[in-house]
């Protein structure tokens, strides 16, 4: 189920500005300013870049993949606050942000939050963050405080030599995705100082569900040409629709319709990561401005699938043009780190997520954790080759034993 699930990574979290800015009938909402909307855009534009990287980076092209831009985004955005110079200044570049000040971005982040969990009562949608901080680490204050209350993280510091800390911050994890991803960590780096975690959770009915009844087993060509037989569900009726000669593509809607599913199905002609490496900002709202004008009758089959995926994106976010920000060389975050002594960079960004599908709807999780580490903590020595060790006593100096470990 590669052909068509290799696209549907782009409606896992991530609403395109039309739907984000549409009006709602709720006055309770807040309304959606146009600093809204630009930081909204520019992280569209961010996912209209990363999703191609990631999608070139996957070594299988067989694999299905998904990511969360949105968690991502906002990930990021909170290691942004404490960004100076030109690590600042690469990271807006790759995040889209222009001109956009720090207070902007956190607050049309928050707003746009708050607007996602609210915009239809029948859709869930949930957004989590936090920030863990090793014992031995000074975070400045002023830091603490603009994730305290901008993103509405919670903070706790923990000692990360000890191993309950990891099953701390993956029981958080576990906890704000609804058991859908259980860790999104394997294990703390001993050099691990700061984590800032967005976790995204989804639930989803479809406005027209599905007939189980109605789902039989059919065929599906995945892309190394393997055929096998899925559960595919149908259903007829007035669906939005639009396509090129290369594509076909279907919203479905859920809840009361501020939420959708974008399916994008390639040609048969059209290798879908060409397809992918092809998508852009500009491309993509061209498509959207089509989809008020041409709703229509379709019978439409659609498989039922569940998967997850995790990717490490530093090389990803490297390739786009974020590097200041992983060098311990030149990274600046000193708007973070109270301890000029104790300067800091990003030296991993786990991403993880899960989506299943069925007849009702659609469930998705994802978290995203920008982990921090000491850009210099002495030097490394490594004991991966044959030694020789030796047994003494101090005061005299006496070799008591001598060895050598040629293998082990």
């Known amino acids: 189920m590669k052909h068509l699930l290799h696209v549907l990574c782009i409606i896992s979290l991530m609403l395109s500005a039309w739907q984000c800015t549409s009006p709602s009938d709720d006055t309770s909402l807040p309304k959606i300013t146009v600093l809204e909307k630009q930081v909204g855009e520019a992280g569209n534009s961010f996912a209209m870049k990363l999703f191609p990287a990631v999608n070139a980076f996957e070594k299988d092209k067989n694999a299905n993949l998904m990511i969360s831009p949105l968690s991502i985004s906002v990930a990021l955005s909170m290691a942004y606050n404490g960004a100076k110079g030109e690590t600042q200044e690469a990271m807006a570049d790759v995040m889209a942000f222009g001109d956009l000040s720090v207070e902007d971005v956190n607050t049309a982040c928050r707003n746009l939050i708050d607007y996602l969990q609210r915009t239809d009562p029948k859709v869930l949608f949930e957004a989590a963050n936090s920030m863990w901080i090793d014992q031995t680490f000074l975070v400045k204050e002023d830091f603490k405080d603009v994730i305290e209350e901008a993103y509405q993280a919670t903070v706790s510091t923990l000692d990360f030599r000890q191993p309950e800390a990891l099953d701390i911050i993956n029981g958080w994890v576990k906890d704000k995705t609804h058991d859908k991803i259980e860790k999104i960590l394997d294990r703390i780096p001993y050099d691990a100082v700061l984590y800032l975690i967005n976790a995204l959770y989804f639930k989803g009915t479809w406005t027209y569900e599905f007939d189980p009844d109605l789902t039989e087993k059919m065929d599906f060509t995945s892309y190394d040409g393997t055929v096998s037989s899925v559960d595919m569900m149908v259903q007829k009726g007035e669906f939005l629709t639009f396509g090129t000669e290369t594509f076909q593509a279907v919203d479905l809607p859920y809840g009361k319709g501020k939420y959708s599913m974008t399916i994008i199905l390639p040609s048969p002609e059209t290798d879908i990561n060409t397809f992918i490496a092809d998508m852009d900002q500009t491309s993509w709202n061209e498509w959207f401005s089509l989809i008020p004008d041409n709703t ?41 780190n109270a301890d000029p002594y104790q300067p800091v960079c990003i030296s991993e960004v786990y ?58």
């Open 296 to 336: 229509r009758e379709l019978e439409l089959y659609l498989p039922r699938f569940t998967f997850d995926y995790s990717i490490k994106l530093r090389d990803v976010l490297i390739a786009l043009g974020m590097g200041n920000a992983f060098n311990p060389d030149i990274a600046d975050f000193s708007g973070i």
């Open 351 to 408: 991403h993880n997520t899960y989506i299943q599908v069925n007849e009702e709807g659609t469930e998705a999780a994802a978290v995203t954790a920008v982990e921090f580490s000491y850009t210099s903590v002495g030097p490394v020595m490594t004991i991966n080759r044959p030694f020789i060790f030796a047994i003494r006593e101090s005061d005299t100096g006496t070799i008591v034993f001598m060895g050598k470990v040629a293998a082990l």
